[in-house]
Nanobody, 121 residues
């Protein structure tokens, strides 16, 4: 069964760092672009970052450029989101999404269940 599982969320102080992981089971990620999205309370879900199937092309939302880095290890069937210099406005549930093609932006075909990130002092 195709499944994406996020992990690595938690509570962190402003200025801190977290690394989120998105692990796939039931299929291999290496043919698909993967996106990270987030949804804060009362707001729409927004795309944060995307990485192509080969990892050679990435994109980031303006709000996270210079702070967040997306990467993938196809041998481990996992995609990562390194988040540095976190701000309170980064607080949200973070989701990874399986794209239906190799390139970004991902045409989402499946979602993980999400992991909560809270940035607060």
């Amino acid at each position: 069964q195709l499944q994406l599982v996020e992990s690595g969320g938690g509570l962190v102080q402003p200025g801190g760092s977290l690394r989120l992981s998105c692990a796939a089971s039931g299929f291999t990620l290496d043919s698909y672009a993967i996106g990270w999205y987030r949804q804060a309370p009362g707001k729409e879900r927004e795309e944060v970052s995307c990485i192509s199937s080969s990892g050679t092309s990435t994109s980031q939302a303006d709000s996270v450029k210079g702070r967040f880095t997306i990467s993938r290890d196809n041998a481990k069937n996992t995609v990562y989101l390194q988040m540095n210099s976190l701000k309170p406005e980064d607080t949200a549930v973070y989701y990874c999404a399986l794209g239906a093609r190799r390139f970004c932006p991902p045409v989402v075909r499946s979602w993980g269940r999400g992991t909560q990130v809270t940035v607060s002092s």
